[in-house]
């Protein structure tokens, strides 16, 4: 039995990666500039091959400058927002819940739109999205904390609080951004979008993210626990309190270096989970890498979309949503009939 | 003085069904002025309004030009206000500095009780974006002209509109004359010139953040682009979208033009794009920010004129012969009644930010 089922994750792992391999190929080939995919290969052969190469015509700059960097960000991300998702999910031992539910992301927005407002661009921008993501995060916790103790369910009413409160101050910044510079910026990114992915973000935003998944990869067998009753997990050994806040802080981490070099977007660390529960199981030591891969597809696949179907630049968060909510309600159809059947 | 009142009483509206049905009975006074707004609306007043508010944000600096001075306007578009404060009409009219930016939000919606501290005679306000910026303005009794924006047409109608609804009609004639004028010389001229020689051009309405920039659809820049002899670069866009670098490589522009809009905007930011200064546009260093003088150029206001000589000169330096300096004094004597100064103007075009770009040594002091 248990043979049976390493042997159809070890197919679902080659399935994901070949997903996430052809996703990230297509990704460089494709744009609204034309480069042939074969030179789109050649050139990024050639920068393998001789790494620090000055490049020069547009083309190269075309894949090595804005296409790369772009495919780079979106796969971390999806596998970043896929993963965290998974780890909420273990520890509320909710399908439902994700990063939204914390309130994290409404901080981190809260952040962004507070810096763009005030005019401030780059890597300051980057640290008010982080600082007011874990800003949220902290008042969740203290506001959860009663008695010296967390409850889930208080968790989860303090982390809607704490969204609804940051949201409202988001519209509040909206209201009164300049509608000809900063409103519209706030909007963009508020709807999500890769368009201003460099090397530099990459290398911004790499760090947490690789952190925050590599992290919850390590409290693997942990997260397995706490997907148990509290006092079964205690009996374990466990500490859930502590370690469900080491898990809050990680989901932290790894939404702020997202949504400061890309906006917010949903629906990755809903959707992304469950597909990848169905096909691999609940255990999280496969569910967490297998999550992290398709993710990454999933994100690299929705941006080549996003920025080559039209002239326009289509924002991620409306593809996310539109392609997550059927493909999320079909899931929790067939959950449901699957148990009906049982 | 008012023209709508919110509730009108059964029994004189009666009266007023009949009197209406009898066209030689319309209660209209010999010395009212009646306008016809672009919501096809009669706005009567019984004299010149002396206290004028504009919630569209070109319009504010229009009624300053046509009344010939800043006591008229009495309430601004905070975003006008900002225009003002930026350019040079706060250096000519400092009073306008002062004027009420509470009586509008950026988004439109009138603030009803500032509009009554100031007191308008008349308020101007969009029309065809809605009721629910029109009706408290209209509920409050107050007198309101909703113009429509867009085209050169629609512009001539609104400042004609508003030069009746101040008394100024003399004004209206002669900046109506001027913008035909150079319209038709600018159009005469580039009417020859064959497809494969107009430039592309692209306009840029922001860049800091989000890149947008606007396709032929309904769109002002993109007509005076053809008017000057350039092509859309991103004629295929409908209306005003957010685009990629990764597209404006493709279109592969001759001319990028960047907004007045945003004022931490310069060409450097083209320039130091390693995408964008690779774009021919860049190369041949024609990329240029959209001055702003009165008002900013990019949208219709009453020194269009001058942003058409502007793009004329810059996209075929060859076929046309206008002094932009001479001009812009011109214009501003007529307009503001005030003397440009040589800083002024190159405040106005950016030299000190762009005077090294292909052409601009031609509206260098000479």
Not at chain 1, 304 to 320: F, H, K, M, N, S
Request: proline share 5%; net charge negative.
């Amino acid at each position: 039995m248990a043979s049976r089922r390493w042997t159809r994750t070890a197919l679902a792992f080659t399935l994901f990666l070949a997903a996430l391999a052809i996703s990230i190929v297509v990704s460089l080939c494709v744009g609204r500039y034309s480069v042939s995919a074969l030179r789109a290969l050649e050139i990024l052969g050639t920068a393998i091959m001789q790494p620090g190469r000055v490049v020069e015509t547009m083309d190269e700059r075309i894949v090595l400058l804005v296409r790369a960097p772009r495919v780079i960000i979106a796969a971390m991300s999806g596998a970043a927002l896929a993963t965290a998702g998974v780890a909420l999910q273990g520890v509320f031992r909710n399908p439902l819940v994700s990063p939204e539910v914390l309130g994290i992301s409404q901080g981190a927005a809260f952040g962004g739109a507070l810096a763009i407002t005030m005019g401030i661009w780059g890597v300051p921008l980057l640290l008010a999205v982080f600082v007011a993501g874990f800003l949220a995060l902290i008042l969740v916790g203290l506001l959860a904390r009663i008695d010296g103790r967390t409850e889930i369910i208080t968790v989860i009413l303090s982390g809607m609080v704490i969204g609804s409160l940051f949201s409202a101050f988001v519209s509040l910044l909206q209201f009164i951004a300049d509608p000809n510079s900063s409103l519209p910026a706030i909007v963009y990114w508020l709807m999500g979008s890769f368009a201003t992915a460099t090397w530099d973000r990459v290398l911004v935003s790499a760090p947490g993210l690789l952190a925050g998944m590599g992290l919850l990869w390590a409290l693997r067998f942990r997260l397995n626990v706490l997907s148990l009753d509290d006092s079964e997990a205690r009996s374990l050994g466990a500490h859930p309190d502590l370690e469900r806040w080491l898990v809050f802080a990680l989901v932290a981490l790894i939404v702020g270096c997202q949504v400061a070099v890309s906006g917010i977007v949903g629906w990755v660390g809903l959707v992304i989970p469950h597909a990848a529960r169905l096909i691999v199981g609940y255990d999280h030591r496969r569910l967490l890498p297998a999550t992290a891969v398709l993710g990454a597809a999933f994100m690299v696949t929705i941006d080549t979309l996003a920025r080559t179907v039209t002239a326009a630049e289509i924002p991620l968060g409306v593809l996310t949503a539109i392609v997550g909510a059927p493909v999320f309600a079909a899931l929790l159809r067939r959950h449901y009939r699957e148990r009906e059947a049982k | 003085m008012k023209s709508q009142r919110p509730r009108v009483p059964l029994i004189p509206a009666a009266i007023a069904c009949v009197l209406a049905m009898s066209p030689a009975v319309i209660p209209v006074f010999a010395e009212d002025i009646v306008v016809t707004d672009h919501e096809n609306r009669q706005v009567v007043l019984t004299a010149p309004a002396e206290r004028v508010v504009t919630i569209p944000m070109p319009m504010a600096s229009g009624v300053i030009a046509l009344s010939g001075g800043a006591d008229t306007l009495v309430g601004l578009n905070p975003l006008s206000l900002t225009a003002i404060r930026e350019g040079i009409l706060g250096k000519i009219f400092p009073d306008a500095l002062n004027i009420s930016d509470a009586v509008t939000g950026t988004d439109f919606v009138p603030n009803v009780e500032a509009l009554a501290e100031v007191n308008p005679d008349l308020v101007i306000q969009w029309g065809g974006r809605g009721p629910e910026i029109v009706d408290p303005l209209v509920n409050a009794g107050l007198t309101t002209l909703l113009i429509k924006y867009g085209t050169e047409e629609l512009t001539r109608e609104y400042m004609t509109m508003v030069a009746t609804a101040i008394g100024k009609p003399e004004r209206i004639d002669a900046l109506v004359a001027w913008r035909d004028r150079v319209q038709q010389e600018i159009a005469a001229k580039t009417a020859g010139i064959a497809e494969a020689d107009r430039p592309s051009v692209l306009y840029l309405g922001r860049s800091l953040s989000d890149i947008t920039a606007a396709g032929n659809k309904g769109q002002y820049s993109s007509w005076y682009i053809e008017l000057a002899g350039g092509k859309n670069a991103a004629a295929e866009l409908d209306g005003s979208v957010s685009i990629n670098r990764e597209q404006i490589a493709q279109w592969d522009p001759e001319v990028i033009l960047l907004n007045s809009f945003e004022p931490e905007l310069d060409v450097s930011w083209v320039y130091d794009d390693p995408i964008l200064s690779l774009t021919k546009a860049a190369q041949n260093r024609r990329v240029y920010k959209m001055p702003l003088g009165g008002y900013r150029w990019d949208p219709p206001s009453q020194e269009s004129p001058l942003t058409w000589m502007w793009l004329a000169e810059l996209l075929h330096p060859d076929l046309f012969n206008y002094d932009l300096r001479a001009e812009m004094t011109a214009a501003y004597k007529t307009l503001y009644n005030y003397e440009l100064t040589d800083e002024d103007i190159d405040g106005i075009i950016w030299t000190a930010q762009q005077g090294t770009g292909l052409g601009y040594d031609q509206f260098a002091v000479n």
